[in-house]
């Protein structure tokens, strides 16, 4: 399967289920994902960090 490498954000919350007092952004994070497709890449990073992840950009290496 070809290499992808994903940068994305995600927001985490200090108390689930609160608004945005006390939330904290991790931005710039990069990975590398080995899936069969863009799409697929996209797809992992956001089952892993629910809706609380913003995806930058996805490129192939």
């Known amino acids: ?35 069969n497709n863009m799409g697929q890449a996209r797809a992992m990073i956001e089952a892993q960090y629910g809706k609380n992840c913003s995806v930058h950009g996805i490129r192939p290496l």
């Open 1 to 35: 399967m070809p290499l992808f490498e994903v940068r994305f954000s995600v927001y985490q919350q200090n108390e689930p289920g609160k608004a945005t007092i006390g939330s904290s952004l991790n931005s710039g994070l990069t990975t590398t994902i080995q899936a």
